[in-house]
């Protein structure tokens, strides 16, 4: 990986252009929009994207974005139309709430470890395609989700499910907020933003989730939500109250994907740049070792990269495809062919 020579080496630069600019020329692809009615009232959408082009296997992606973000983030838009001409079948989960479009029709929005919409969309496209390989692929919050799906013990999973893919999480909410609330390497900042974003989803649907109903039964305060300026005062004014936890303490590590490591079945991946302002070297510990003592899993760390970043080539203009988008889609392929011939995880595991 070489990033962009003049601003590539700067995980800052990295990571603000990606929330910013997202890649550059990015394409629009042409999907359609499925819509699911979930038993607490909620209304979940998907969009599902066909290949432009055959394959010799039927592979579906089914990609968990960030926060706050849906098939409509550039990023995703990007990545979603490579894995098109590469003969791949994708699916976005639109987190509930993130999309202006779509109104919400209960009493909650997405949140970091809630990974019933995701569970319910795979379920879906398992009943659609039960012929096709279906591989998990989840950005920062979303790769936080699909670790969590796949390592819930309680929850079946379809059988064409073979494996995830996890880019930029922090794995631990406990400590990562306590690193976010430091200034040091403008972690404060990027925090702030995260957190504006999560209250401009909630003020954008108040009719709904700050309903008098609603304020009742979950003894929400919206002045309280409002004035929130970090996630841990909106998580204490609104989601630890709404998902029924007495803290956020509790919220935080139930939602927390390391707590779910040891049962994990299916093959995984990880990606994480040193440089990435929103998850210190810290938080990589853990996936390391786990990695190390895995033998289906693979952890893939890069010196430079940002928070999603990983521009690539040219001097001050990258390539409108980065690092990131190629190697999913060569893990992408990986994962099936060792699914497909077990004798190759090998060639997997040295990378």
Request: aromatic share 12%; charged share 20%.
């Amino acid at each position: 990986y070489i990033p962009t020579r003049l601003w590539g080496f700067s995980g800052h630069v990295q990571t603000v252009l990606h929330s910013i600019v997202g890649r550059v020329k990015c394409p629009w692809p042409l999907g359609e929009r499925v819509y699911l009615s979930l038993e607490d009232g909620s209304t979940l959408t998907y969009d599902l994207y066909q290949p432009l082009k055959e394959f010799e296997d039927d592979i579906t992606v089914a990609i968990c974005p960030g926060i706050g973000n849906t098939s409509e983030s550039v990023y995703i838009r990007t990545f979603v139309h490579y894995a098109q001409c590469h003969g791949y079948r994708c699916a976005v989960l639109n987190h509930i709430g993130a999309l202006g479009s779509v109104q919400v029709t209960s009493s909650r929005i997405f949140t970091y470890g809630h990974t019933d919409d995701f569970a319910m969309m795979i379920e879906n496209l398992a009943q659609k395609y039960s012929n096709s390989y279906i591989v998990a692929c989840g950005f920062s919050l979303g790769g936080n989700l699909v670790t969590k799906y796949l390592g819930e013990k309680h929850r079946i999973k379809p059988s064409n499910v073979i494996g995830g893919i996890s880019i930029c999480q922090g794995y631990n909410a406990v400590e990562g907020t306590k690193w976010l609330l430091n200034w040091q390497n403008f972690r404060r900042f990027y925090l702030y933003v995260m957190t504006e974003n999560m209250k401009n989803i909630i003020l954008k649907h108040r009719h709904i989730l700050l309903s008098e109903e609603c304020r009742q039964r979950h003894n929400l305060n919206e002045r309280d939500i409002i004035a929130a300026a970090t996630l841990p005062e909106l998580d204490e004014a609104y989601t630890r109250r709404i998902f029924n936890f007495p803290s956020t303490q509790e919220l935080y590590k139930w939602s927390s994907s390391i707590n779910y490591f040891d049962n994990i079945e299916k093959p995984m991946i990880f990606i994480n740049a040193k440089d990435d302002p929103l998850v210190p070297e810290d938080l990589l510990s853990p996936i390391k070792d786990f990695a190390a003592s895995r033998e289906k899993t693979c952890y893939i760390e890069l010196a430079h990269g940002g928070h999603l970043g990983f521009y690539e080539g040219g001097l001050i203009y990258p390539n409108p495809v980065t690092w990131l988008d190629r190697t999913l889609i060569a893990m992408v392929g990986s994962l099936v062919m060792i699914h497909i011939d077990p004798t190759k995880q090998a060639m997997i595991s040295t990378i």
